[in-house]
């Protein structure tokens, strides 16, 4: 297999893992929906941030790190559930706050343009495992001597791809219909989505205590 097509495989793979739901897809699809199309995107851009910082470990050889010392990955992984689990909650306890309009769209108390990046960003990185599946699949993937080109061609492509789908999803949940449709189910969405949050973060932290020897 040629280094250019070691290269498709992995962002096709890297592309089906982003597209199954999760929290990432949880999070940018209301933060869209509930905000407006710029906030959405803002978010994107932190997941494919958080993604082109996993892919960067990965090539640097870091994640091993948590396979090696797994007291550690067990650390990330409650860490991570535990933020998945405050993130929920938040969202439930605001599910009962009126949804607002200003002249340049819908604003939600408290979350800038710059803070659904901080949340995207937060959010891919909350979950450990992503790092161990990325540098799975390059194990998997990746000739005995990769070139240069391509290490270094890993992380910024996989900004695009992972980015590039929750844009997808930002723009598909900021439309007026789908607004329309949050605006008179406000309460049940945001309860629905903070009780995925937290289920998603409960699994993470049991996944971890489950773990210990």
């Known amino acids: 297999m040629t280094a250019f097509a070691v290269l498709l495989s992995i962002l096709a793979t890297i592309f089906i893992g982003a597209m199954s739901p999760g929290p990432s897809f949880v999070l940018v699809s209301r933060i869209a ?19 082109a910082i996993f892919a960067a470990l990965a090539v640097l050889g870091l994640t091993a790190l948590l396979m090696q010392f797994e007291w550690l990955y067990l650390f990330l ?5 535990t933020y998945l689990i405050y993130i929920g909650i938040r969202i439930w306890r605001g599910a009962a706050e009126p949804f607002k309009m200003s002249g340049t769209g819908a604003t939600e108390k408290g979350i800038s343009v710059s803070r ?25 993937l ?3 001597s990769p070139p240069l080109w391509l290490l270094v061609a890993l992380p910024p492509m996989l900004f695009c791809v992972e980015a590039g789908w929750y844009a997808v999803v930002a723009f598909a949940f900021s439309g007026s ?21 937290g289920a ?9 205590l489950r773990a210990k020897p």
């Open 33 to 51: 929906v509930a905000t407006s199309r710029s906030h959405g995107l803002a978010s994107a851009l932190g997941m494919g941030l958080g993604g």
């Open 77 to 81: 992984k409650l860490l991570g559930g």
């Open 116 to 140: 659904a990046f901080v949340l995207g960003l937060v959010t891919q990185l909350s979950n450990p495992k992503t790092s161990i599946v990325y540098a799975s699949i390059f194990a998997a």
């Open 142 to 144: 990746m000739p005995p």
């Open 177 to 197: 219909r789908a607004r329309s449709v949050y605006i008179r189910l406000k309460r049940w969405i945001d309860r629905g989505a903070g009780v995925v949050m």
């Open 200 to 208: 998603l973060g409960t699994k993470l932290m049991l996944e971890a």
